[in-house]
T-cell receptor, first 109, second 112 residues
């Protein structure tokens, strides 16, 4: 089966940088995705890594190390609107997608 | 623009009822997914489908079944609803293996 671990809560101030880590155990690993979910809303896609290294999309970046079964999401220049839950998700080569339990990010003024 | 539509935003049913949750996507995606989301437990995969009439069990399939008769529609069925199936249900679709998952707005289902 698959299992993912990520911190349950992170707090940071506006303008800061925050890193949300994700470690996973899976067979047939294909890629690691990140999603954002605001209260009452649907998850929305942020980033995807299939190969080792850093992917940058504006203020958000995601990193993957396949040998360490580890990835992280990096959020820069934090804004109040970034307060949300963030999920990492593992895609397998069987087409399955398994999500972590999510990290609640609180951005304070 | 990508659109995944779930038939109901809120639904209240009785214990023992057969419940149908419908999901339609307009992007011609091969893959469709059903998740349930409970506080502190993230999104848990119930079933997914990679093609018409094809289905695969996810991590928590017990008490559920699915139907995919047409590419754009993926239905989740609660055969005999129970109170522990009260939850938020999310449908998603994805193009290929590496594409983005697009989610519907969710159905908040209450079983009384």
């Amino acid at each position: 089966g698959q299992s993912l671990e990520q911190p349950s809560e992170v707090t940071a101030v506006e303008g800061a940088i925050v890193q949300i880590n994700c470690t996973y155990q899976t067979s047939g690993f294909y890629g690691l995705s990140w999603y954002q979910q605001h209260d009452g809303g649907a998850p929305t896609f942020l980033s995807y890594n299939a190969l080792d290294g850093l992917e940058e999309t504006g203020r958000f970046s995601s990193f993957l190390s396949r040998s360490d079964s580890y990835g992280y999401l990096l959020l820069q220049e934090l804004q109040m609107k970034d307060s949300a839950s963030y999920f990492c998700a593992v895609n397998t080569n069987a087409g399955k997608s398994t999500f972590g339990d999510g990290t609640t990010l609180t951005v304070k003024p | 623009d990508v659109k995944v539509t779930q038939s109901s935003r809120y639904l209240v049913k009785r214990t023992g009822e057969k419940v149908f949750l419908e999901c339609v996507q307009d992007m011609d995606h091969e893959n469709m997914f059903w998740y349930r989301q409970d506080p502190g437990l993230g999104l848990r995969l119930i079933y997914f489908s990679y093609d018409v009439k094809m289905k695969e069990k996810g991590d928590i399939p017990e008490g559920y079944s699915v139907s995919r008769e047409k590419k754009e529609r993926f239905s989740l069925i609660l055969e005999s609803a129970s109170t522990n199936q009260t939850s938020m249900y999310l449908c998603a679709s994805r193009l290929g293996m590496t594409g983005v998952q697009h989610f519907g707005d969710g159905t908040r289902l209450s079983i009384l």
